[in-house]
């Protein structure tokens, strides 16, 4: 604006000094014709293109001042891609193609691996030059015709018209590879580079509507980072298709709920038996709605298939550690983990910058593992249990004695604690024979291993004097407290 408005104040400038000027030779005519009339003239037709050539001047500005305000709207000024704003303009559009001409396309959404350690490690320009540098390798690795756009940060998407799953798992390992291949050289010859962790999601096989489409590919994206980064995630090669399109709606929210942080954390009070202290708290993960908190129960098996479950464990335990201290308070919380998650490489990293963080020591933390998805690898279960053993975390077996591979663990590792399946404890009364001699079993043998024992749904006093009789140390349960937002001291109650 400023460029046109210093060349309408130029132009106008000039067209008053030649009009001036156009007087006083025309006034010149007058009395005769000598030499200085006729410099005059000459001088004057030498200026008259003037105006005109500044007139041309001032409306290809103006033009082009138009242009750049169109493309600032459209486009990213970092990378020159197309921004978010135009991203969903353009991907309505193709759902709206794509459904009339019935033909699939692909969403293909890219998250930059470790990203924030490059910006915080060599400083934001050094970030803008590597995001600069990948925008190249970005376009250069979707084909001609594909809409590739800057989302945010360091998260890019790309509409893949006319493209199949299969197809842009292509054009995605294509841009795998040459990120690899890449390095930003920086003065002193020292090197950046990393990977990219890709999610994709086909319209309209695994989705409705762009925002579903979206959501489905960043679910994706967030499956392939919690699964190792540098890598693809799809829907029909990686997740089983059928459990995400009947938990749509479900991932959707979980989805949202962990973008916008509305993960908090329930604690539920363990005591011991004996003397009803208070021994821990469990924490239970919750998501806050408009109108209500929905427990775990209704939402962890999708986050766990969507590949959400990391992100949540991680908010978790960050909110967890942070209200322990709000609260002073300085005993054990209970953790529930699945063996996938722990296994990923930046469980621990990110488990001890949160501990440093909040002041908080590994002997205060007890993980409880349960056998919910099958671990095809037991070894590797092991040797990421003993390594955190080794720093001074100690471990539960959830819901122990509801499978066999309960068990295989006790076998495998070396653990602290056992939680007997709630289903035994809540049906030990009256006709329970058979519940209430596994339960004691359960409590004989933790005995003979060292292993103390923890009775879930406790719902009465009837049940919390069984569970006192079995031998069993700890109880929890709705009798006892039910989860809240607090770390309360249980009421009395027996
Ligand atoms: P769980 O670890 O066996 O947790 C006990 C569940 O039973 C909790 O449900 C708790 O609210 C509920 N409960 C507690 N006392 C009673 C009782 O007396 N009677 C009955 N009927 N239920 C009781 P919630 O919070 O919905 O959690 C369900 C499951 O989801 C948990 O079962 C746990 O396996 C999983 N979960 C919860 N939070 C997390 C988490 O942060 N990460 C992971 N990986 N799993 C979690
Ligand atoms: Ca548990
Ligand atoms: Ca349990």
New binding site residues.
């Given amino acids: 604006m400023e460029k046109v408005q210093k060349t309408l104040i130029a132009t106008l400038l000039l067209l008053t000094c030649c009009i001036l000027l156009a007087a006083f030779s025309l006034g010149a005519f007058l009395p005769g014709w000598g030499w200085e009339k006729r410099l005059m003239i000459i001088f004057l037709i030498a200026l008259s293109p003037l105006p005109l050539m500044i007139l041309v001047f001032l409306l290809r500005t103006i033009k082009e001042h138009d242009e750049q305000t169109r493309r600032f709207a459209t486009r990213d000024a970092l990378t020159d891609l197309y921004n978010q704003h135009t991203f969903w303009d353009l991907l309505n559009y193709e759902i709206e193609r794509s459904k009339r001409q019935q033909y699939r396309f692909s969403l293909m959404l890219v998250d930059i691996d470790n990203f924030k350690a490059i910006n915080d490690r060599y400083g934001h320009e050094t970030g803008d030059r590597f995001l600069r540098q990948f925008s190249v390798l970005f376009k250069n690795a979707v084909r001609k015709g594909d809409i590739p756009a800057r989302y945010a940060g360091d998260n890019f998407t790309a509409i893949l018209p006319l493209c199949d799953e299969s197809q842009a798992r292509t054009v995605a390992l294509r841009l795998l590879e040459s990120m690899r291949r890449y390095q930003l050289v920086l003065p002193g010859n020292e090197s950046v580079q990393t990977t990219a962790s890709i999610g994709i999601a086909t319209f309209p096989d695994h989705a409705a509507d762009a925002q579903d489409l979206y959501l489905l590919a960043e679910s994706m994206m967030v499956h392939a980072k919690s699964t190792g980064k540098d890598r693809v995630s799809a829907p029909c090669e990686d997740v089983n298709i059928g459990t995400l399109k009947s938990a749509g709606a479900k991932s959707i929210m979980v989805m949202e709920a962990v973008r916008e942080l509305r993960i908090v954390p ?1 604690f ?1 009070p363990i005591i011991n038996v004996a003397d009803n202290t208070v021994l821990a708290y ?5 998501i806050v709605t408009a109108d209500r908190v929905i ?4 939402f ?1 098996d999708v986050a ?1 298939s969507m590949g959400a ?1 990391s992100k ?2 991680s908010i ?1 335990m960050e909110r967890s550690f942070s209200l322990a201290n709000q609260n002073g308070y300085r005993g054990t919380l209970f ?4 063996p996938k ?1 722990l296994m990923l490489a930046d469980f621990l990293p990110t488990l001890r910058a949160q501990m440093t963080a909040h002041d908080f020591d590994p002997s205060r933390i007890v993980f ?1 593992i ?1 056998e ?1 998805d099958a671990v095809k690898n037991p070894e590797a279960v092991k040797k990421s249990v003993n390594a955190l053993r080794n720093e001074g975390f100690r471990f539960a077996i ?2 122990f004695g509801s499978g066999y591979a309960t068990f295989h663990y006790i076998r495998l590792f070396e653990v602290d604690f056992l ?1 007997v399946d ?1 289903d035994f404890i ?1 049906n030990m009364g009256g006709d329970g024979g058979m519940d209430r001699a596994i339960v004691m079993n359960i409590a004989s043998l933790a005995g003979h291993l060292g292993i103390k024992t923890i009775a ?4 009465s006093a009837e049940i919390l004097s069984n569970v006192r009789s079995s031998g069993i140390q700890y109880a ?4 006892i407290d ?2 809240s937002p607090h770390m309360r001291n249980p009421a009395p109650y027996a």
């Fill in positions: 329930y539920q469990e924490v239970l993960t919750r427990p775990a129960a209704e962890i766990e479950i949540i464990n978790l953790i529930n983990l699945s998650a409880e349960t919910r959830d819901d939680k709630g809540r879930e749904y406790v719902e929890q349960g709705y009798f039910r989860p």
